[in-house]
């Protein structure tokens, strides 16, 4: 059984940075592609960005490309999301999810197993 496990969430002023990890048991991460999603109250779940397995080649969506990365520690069975001058807009619950496979996608289906999810508030 994976588990997926977030933390680093917080309450940060705008501006600011928060780190999440994702740490995975039951299953090596490194050959998967793990993704980050993000759900702010009354919207629905969006992409923030992937990493591949293997080759660790990343993709994010637009409004937070320059601004957030993902980087894997393989030895740590751990993914992380670095969130720099963090927005209000970006307030919301992360999550980070497991891929079917080594190769990214960005729909919410292209995953299996999910985390329980971290809080993200950024205030103004």
Same mark, same amino acid.
Do not use: H
């Given at each position: 059984?994976?588990?997926?496990? @977030?933390?680093?969430?917080?309450?940060? /002023?705008?501006?600011?940075?928060?780190?999440?990890?994702? +740490? +995975? &048991?039951? $299953? %090596?991460?490194?050959?998967? +592609?793990?993704?980050?999603? $993000?759900?702010?109250?009354? =919207? @629905? $779940? @969006?992409?923030?960005? +992937?990493?591949?397995?293997?080759?660790?080649? %990343?993709?994010? %969506? !637009?409004?937070?490309?320059?601004?957030?990365?993902? &980087?894997? #520690?393989?030895? =740590?069975?751990?993914?992380?999301?670095?969130?720099?001058?963090? =927005?209000? @807009? #970006?307030?919301?619950?992360?999550?980070?999810?497991?891929?079917?496979?080594? *190769?990214?996608?960005?729909?919410?289906? !292209?995953?299996?197993? *999910?985390? /329980?999810? %971290?809080?993200?508030?950024?205030?103004?």
């Amino acid at each position: 059984q994976v588990q997926l496990v @977030e933390s680093g969430g917080g309450l940060v /002023q705008a501006g600011g940075s928060l780190r999440l990890s994702c +740490a +995975a &048991s039951g $299953r %090596t991460l490194s050959t998967y +592609a793990m993704g980050w999603f $993000r759900q702010a109250p009354g =919207k @629905e $779940r @969006e992409f923030v960005g +992937a990493i591949s397995g293997s080759a660790g080649v %990343t993709r994010y %969506t !637009d409004s937070v490309k320059g601004r957030f990365t993902i &980087s894997r #520690d393989n030895a =740590k069975n751990t993914v992380y999301l670095q969130m720099n001058s963090l =927005k209000p @807009e #970006d307030t919301a619950v992360y999550y980070c999810a497991q891929g079917r496979s080594q *190769w990214y996608g960005v729909r919410i289906n !292209d995953y299996v197993y *999910w985390g /329980q999810g %971290t809080q993200v508030t950024v205030s103004s």
